[in-house]
């Protein structure tokens, strides 16, 4: 697809592809509950078998990294993140979120922890997911990440089964994550784990985790886009 003429002549590393800007409020992470503006990029590097946003796989619409920020200050939230698909297979998302931040705004990282977040604003809250086994993409975990991940991110587990659990748990412990980083969360995997057995086995342990819901599914239907 050619890009609209006024899009022609911005170079590649300052061009996002887009599929949506849009407000609702935080549904994960400890900013869960909170008005946010998402900015929701388009392509994945990682195919996880209980993936939610395959539509991001493909299409979007290609724009400038100046354009995308004008909007999402005309929005006045000062919350804001990058999700996808995988923001950082953008290289302009850096320019983008460090846009945000020298606008004021309370920048949001949900990344897949398979791409390289060295270049990451120092500013940004990161909110980096590692990935179990029966996601399949276990093999893409980068773990040079986690010594650069400070007190101001976030660790998820997104948990299929018992097993996923007890492999999330080792981690947390092995790597020492609950010291590292502000909050380690451990979500279910919605229809996969009952809530309720998961806590049990948080409990059961004392894993020094936090129990999340995806609280957009709980107040929209699972499959709604756009909230």
């Not at 609702?24 to 946003?53: H, K, M, Y």
């Not at 354009?67 to 999402?72: F, P, Q, R």
């Not at 997104?158 to 590292?180: F, G, N, P, Q, T």
Request: aromatic content about 6%; charged content about 25%.
């Amino acid at each position: 697809m050619s890009l609209p003429p006024s899009e022609d002549a911005i170079p590649r590393d300052q061009r996002l592809r887009v599929i949506e800007l849009y407000t609702s409020v935080q549904g994960e992470s400890t900013f869960v509950g909170l008005p946010c503006l998402f900015i929701r990029l388009a392509g994945c590097n990682l195919r996880c078998t209980w993936c939610d946003s395959t539509f991001t796989f493909t299409g979007g619409v290609h724009r400038g990294v100046e354009a995308v920020l004008a909007e999402a200050l005309a929005t006045e939230i000062p919350l804001v993140e990058l999700t996808g698909g995988e923001p950082l297979v953008h290289k302009a998302a850096i320019p983008l979120m460090q846009g945000l931040l020298d606008a004021g705004r309370t920048v949001l990282l949900e990344t897949s922890g398979s791409r390289d977040i060295s270049a990451v604003p120092a500013g940004v809250h990161i909110i980096l997911d590692l990935k179990p086994p029966d996601s399949g993409e276990e093999a893409a975990n980068r773990w040079e990440n986690l010594p650069l991940l400070q007190k101001k991110d976030e660790v998820k587990f997104v948990i299929a089964s018992r097993r996923d659990y007890d492999w999330s748990r080792d981690v947390v412990l092995a790597h020492r994550l609950h010291e590292k980083v502000g909050a380690v969360l451990f979500s279910a995997v919605f229809g996969a784990v009952e809530p309720a057995d998961l806590v049990a086995w948080m409990l059961a342990d004392r894993v020094p985790a936090r129990f999340q819901l995806q609280l957009h599914k709980v107040v929209w239907p699972p499959d709604a886009r756009g909230v």
